[in-house]
């Protein structure tokens, strides 16, 4: 078998672990819910019980490393999990030293979104660019910016908190305390809100019959617009404009060769993007309009192959692959094995 890597996407209501290979295929995979309530010792212990499952599971597996996405802020570089919103009970979890000391293995963290950035840039729809923006539209708007080669972190890896950019005076108040925020007027969530205040329970409109006369979501906007209700299309054409508000602001600020659009929102992807394209060419400078606006690839599992490779890309500094292949061009000497714990 060839060498792999375990990756690991903690999120605030999944925890998914995988095997993936060097190509970014994904040779297994597990998931349970995250239970965050039960505080991060009770978490930690299942990612090390889901672990030791993927590796009994395929004990021919050289495994080279661990590596593990989780929601910000953390601070990639200390390895450490600061105080997610979405992680009730953590503080200060330093990841990186808790599974290296259990596993024995070389462990990387990255924050969720810049790994599934890695991932689109390095497997999916962003293969073979020098610069890329990753934005995730979905509960809200998250993001990860490939600059020149690089993830770019900024201070603390605090970077590329594009859903907290201000866009407007105006709507609803984002979970931040500010009015404005692109999240808090493109994102899934607000388009859901918009549709249903337009719209009332049993008023016979298609939005409340998709929702059986409950609040209706985004996934209900795009499935109503695709049967060509009015009121839904408008909703998509105004959840267009916004997006495209904000991608037109990532193309002057970053300058990307391309932006790549996951997340939830984006299975309505081909509807939206002829009223984002169009707000791009009426607001991005010259320069920037042609630049691809595209849908994501790899969809919930770019976060684990985009950890995975901060374990297995080649040129990645600092990964576990490097440092075998020094090992193996130096003294020929192979790998570390698979340790796991007992
Ligand atoms: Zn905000």
Redesign the pocket.
Same mark, same amino acid.
């Given at each position: 078998m060839s060498t792999l890597a375990l990756a690991f996407d903690l999120g605030g209501t999944e925890l998914r672990g995988a095997l993936v290979e060097r190509g970014g295929e994904v040779v297994a995979r597990v998931s349970e819910p995250t239970m965050a309530e039960a505080g991060s010792e009770a978490v930690i212990g299942r990612i090390i019980a889901l672990a030791n499952k993927l590796l009994d599971d395929h004990p021919q597996a050289k495994v080279l490393g661990i590596g593990a996405c989780a929601p910000g802020p953390l601070d990639p570089k200390a390895g450490i999990v600061i105080g997610p919103p979405t992680l009730s009970g953590w503080h200060n979890v330093p990841m990186i030293d808790i599974l290296s000391r259990q596993f024995g293995l070389p462990v990387r963290l990255e924050n969720d979104a810049n790994a599934a950035a890695l991932g689109e840039w390095r497997y999916g729809a962003g293969r073979g660019s020098e610069s890329l923006v990753f934005v995730t539209v979905s509960t809200g708007i998250g993001g990860g910016v490939i600059a020149d080669g690089h993830i770019y972190h900024g201070r603390r890896g605090l970077a590329a908190e594009i $859903?907290?950019m201000?866009i407007t005076g105006e709507g609803d108040r =984002? @979970? =931040? $305390?500010?009015v404005g =925020? @692109?999240?808090?007027v493109a994102s899934g969530t607000a388009l859901g809100r918009r549709a249903t205040r337009l719209t009332a329970p049993g008023d016979g409109s298609q939005l409340r019959r998709l929702s059986s006369n409950g609040d209706v979501s985004a996934r209900h906007v795009v499935e109503a617009a695709r049967m060509g209700d009015a009121v839904a299309r408008d909703l998509v054409e105004a959840e267009a404009h916004w997006l495209g508000i904000g991608f037109t602001n990532l193309l002057h600020l970053y300058s990307p060769e391309v932006i790549v659009m996951g997340g939830g929102l984006s299975n309505g992807f081909d509807l939206l993007a002829p009223g984002i394209r169009a707000t791009i060419n009426e607001r991005a400078m010259q320069a920037y309009r042609d630049v691809p606006v595209v849908p994501a690839e790899l969809g919930d599992r770019a976060g684990l192959v985009g950890a995975a490779s901060l374990i297995l890309w080649e040129g990645e500094p600092g990964t576990a692959l490097s440092m075998v292949q020094d090992q193996e061009t130096g003294d020929g000497a192979s790998g570390p094995a698979g340790a796991r714990a007992g």
């Open positions: $859903g907290h201000t =984002c @979970f =931040c $305390g500010n =925020c @692109f999240e808090a």
